[in-house]
C-alpha cells in the first residue's frame, strides 16, 4: 500500500462512517476487512509513521491548551489528526492554531484510541500480527516555561476558544481577551467549525453541529453533556434543529424518559450511549430518515419497523428490530450488524433499497452465502456482506442493477471450493469486484467482458482497467 492508496482508505472510512452513522473506528474496519493481511500491515505502519510525524513541538504546544501535559492526550491528537485526512493533516501542522475551528473536537479525541486499533484487530481476527513495528524516533521535545508562557500570542484562536492548559490561569505573556463562546460561535467560521452553544442554558451544554440527511442535505444537531429540560427544547425547535446524538448525558436517575425527542421531531437520530437506552417513543421515530444504532448498543426495547414509516437509512443490530424488514419500504441504505440469516432472504421485498451492507452473526456465518430473494431487490446498487462464508455466486444475475460486490471470507486462510464467476456475465452495470477468499476462481475470463468493470479482486486474481 503506497501513500497515496492510504489516505484513500482514510478517507473513504470517513465517508463511510459518515454515511451509515458509525464510529470512525467501524468506518474504519468497513474499509481494512476486504483488504489482504499486508495490505492491513502497511495501512497501520502509515498510521504509526504519519502519527510520529505529526508529534511536532508547535503541535504539542497547541496540544498543551487542549489536554494539559498529558502524554496520552497528545498521542489520541496526533492520531485523530491522521484518521482526519491528507488536507486536515497537512493544514493543521501547517498552523495547529486551525483546531480552534474543529466542531467537537474533545469527542471526536474519544474515538481516536479505538481508531487507532482497529488495524490490529482486523489482523487478530486472522490471526496474524501486525509485524515489525518501524523506529518512529523521539517525538516531540518538551516545552520550556518560555514557550508556555508564550502560548496565548502563539495560538490566539486556541486561547481565545480554550483558554486552558497547565493552570486555570492565562500564562504569563501578551494580553489576549478571552472570547466568550457565545461570541466565538456567532463568528463566521466554516461549517466544521461549529461551537458548543450556550446563550440559552450556560449550565447545560449543548453541542450544535450538522448531521447528513439521506437526500444529501444537512439539518443542524444536537448532543448534550446534561438531559435537556423544556427551555432548551424551545431553543433547538427555534434554531431548526432536527438530529439528535443520543449518549447517556441525555438522561440520568433523575431524567429518565426520552419523551422530549416527540417535542424535537429530528430527522437523524444516532445512538452511542453507554449501559441501556430507555425507551424510544414512536411518536419520535415517525419523521425520522436516518437512524443509527451501534450494533453493541442495548436498547430497553427493540424497535418496531413499522413504525420507521420515513426511514431511508438505517445502520443497526437485527436485534436492534423486533419485526420483518419489509416494512421499511421506503429504505435506501441499510447496514445490518449480527445478521442471522446466510442470504437475502432478511431484506428481499425493499424496493428502493440501494445499498447493503450485512455483517453475518456467528451461526450464519458457517453456512455458504446464498443470493435467494435477489429477485425481490430490484434497485440494488452494492452489496457488501462480511463475515461469510463464500459459496456459490448462483442468483447473483438477479440483481440486475448492481454495480459493486463485496464478499469477505470469516475464515480467509481456509481453502473454500472454486469459485465460479459466470454468473457476473450478466451484471452489465457491474464495475467493482471484490472477493476475499484463499479459493481459486473459475471462468475468470467473463470480468474481461464486462462493459463497466474497473477493478476486480478475486482471490489472488486482479484485475483493472
Known sequence: ?????????????????????????????????PLPTGAVRRFHRHVERFAARA?????????????GDSDDGFLDLCTWLVSRGRETYAAVLADPDRLADVQDLDDQLEHAEEWSYVAEEVLDGRDADLGDEPDLGPGAEPLTDEQVAALPSRFPRLWARYGRGVDDEPPAGPAVRAVPVAEASARPGPAAGTVPDLTMAPRRRM?????GVPDGSTVPGVRFEQ??????????????????????????RAHRGLDWLVDLAPLVLVVTARGTVPHLPAEALTHVQRLSVHPTQRLSAPLDPS????????????????????ALTRLEALTLEQAPIPSLEEVAGLPHLRDLTLWLDRAAAEEPFSFAGADRLPALRQLAVMECAIGPLEGVQRLASLERLLLSARHPRRFDVPVDLAPLAQLPRLCDVRIVTNAPCVNADVLDALPALDAAVVGKLEVRR
Open 1 to 33: 500500500m503506497r501513500v497515496g492508496e492510504f489516505w484513500q482508505v482514510v478517507a473513504a472510512a470517513d465517508e463511510h462512517a459518515r454515511d451509515h452513522g458509525t464510529t470512525p473506528a467501524e468506518g474504519l474496519r468497513a474499509q481494512l476487512a
Open 55 to 67: 508529534a511536532t513541538s508547535e503541535l504539542s504546544a497547541a496540544a498543551l491548551l487542549l489536554d
Open 207 to 211: 453541542t450544535i453541529s450538522p448531521f
Open 227 to 252: 438531559p435537556p429540560e423544556d427551555a432548551d427544547i424551545e431553543y433547538l425547535r427555534a434554531r431548526g434543529v432536527r438530529a439528535a446524538w443520543l449518549e447517556s448525558t441525555c438522561w440520568d
Open 307 to 326: 413504525t420507521l414509516t420515513s426511514l431511508r437509512g438505517l445502520a443497526a443490530a437485527r436485534r436492534h428490530l423486533d419485526g420483518p424488514l419489509t
